[in-house]
């Protein structure tokens, strides 16, 4: 195993429902490759795009959706996870999970991590340029990148839905190159 900014790093990955959730699991593999040690958080929406068992056998470690499911002794998953965190990431991240993000909405295993965590937050979007520009999502990104959470904003191109525009999720090396910068 390579020796590089991500070797011994624990790195959380947070997947929401988007249908570039599957390119989530490029970037899990590729940090585990690098040494990362790396936690995936999926919502309940994220695996009916790419099922749990993917990431698992990715990261090597079991996939955390429940919110109530105790991984230590008698410290809540998402308290264990947010003090191990040296980075934590969403990707892709939806518009639903940037507005709770942004209101301090805890509903799902991502959502209760990111308001536990002293860890840095890399957001990479993903979505409809439709709703990209909407201007709900324009003031949630605004807001979480002025609270120092870094943004790999999404590239322009052909989307799933069939429109083009900004919206396709960044490039791998785009999100791994903040991460690193992170770190």
């Known amino acids: 195993m390579k020796k590089s900014s991500f070797s011994g790093k624990t790195i959380l990955v947070g997947v929401t429902g988007s249908i570039a959730a599957y390119k989530a699991a490029e970037l899990v593999s590729?940090?585990?490759?690098q040494g990362a040690n790396v936690y995936v958080l999926m919502?309940?929406?994220a695996k009916k795009f790419v099922g749990p068992v993917t990431f698992q056998a990715l990261s090597e470690n079991d996939v955390v959706s429940d919110l109530f499911k105790e991984i230590e002794g008698m410290t809540p998953t998402h308290i264990r996870l947010a003090e191990r965190a040296d980075l934590m990431m969403v990707v892709p991240a939806s518009a639903h999970i940037l507005a709770?993000?942004?209101y301090g909405l805890a509903d799902?295993?991502?959502s209760l991590v990111y308001l536990a965590t002293k860890a840095p937050l890399l957001l990479a979007p993903s979505m409809n340029v439709n709703m990209w520009e909407h201007p709900a999502v324009v003031e949630?990104?605004?807001a979480l990148k002025k609270r120092g959470h870094t943004v790999v904003e999404p590239?322009?191109?052909f989307l799933a839905c069939g429109y083009e525009g900004k919206g396709r999720l960044a490039s791998l090396d785009q999100?791994?190159?903040a991460a690193q910068s992170i770190l």
């Open 43 to 45: 919502t309940r929406e």
């Open 30 to 33: 590729h940090l585990r490759q």
């Open 155 to 157: 590239d322009a191109g």
């Open 100 to 102: 709770k993000l942004n």
């Open 175 to 177: 999100i791994l190159e």
């Open 108 to 110: 799902d295993i991502i």
């Open 140 to 142: 949630n990104v605004q």
